[in-house]
């Protein structure tokens, strides 16, 4: 049986100030995923649930200065990562 889990994100831009409104989405992984995308909030912070743990998968942010693709790691439940974008 697979153990699902989040990951909690916060987007900061050059100067370290959050990033809001920014679609951060699944674009693939090492297990199967149905699409999961979130929207950063006014801190920058953003969840995705549901994904399968642990496992590796490729984020595309949608921001208001273009495109960022991010490979992270998910290794425990409730992850956390900070993305300089």
Do not use: C, W
């Not at 699944?26 to 006014?42: L, R, T």
């Not at 994904?51 to 439940?77: A, F, M």
Request: net charge negative; proline share 2%; hydrophobic share 40%.
């Amino acid at each position: 049986m697979q153990t699902t889990g989040s990951v909690k994100g916060i987007l900061k831009n050059k100067q370290g100030m959050p990033v809001a409104d920014a679609a951060v989405m699944i674009k693939e992984g090492s297990h199967e995923f149905n699409d999961m995308a979130s929207v950063s909030n006014g801190q920058g912070e953003f969840f995705v649930s549901g994904i399968v743990i642990p496992g590796r998968y490729v984020l595309q942010i949608e921001h208001s200065s273009g495109t960022t693709v991010k490979e992270i790691n998910v290794q425990s439940n409730d992850t956390l990562i900070v993305i300089n974008l």
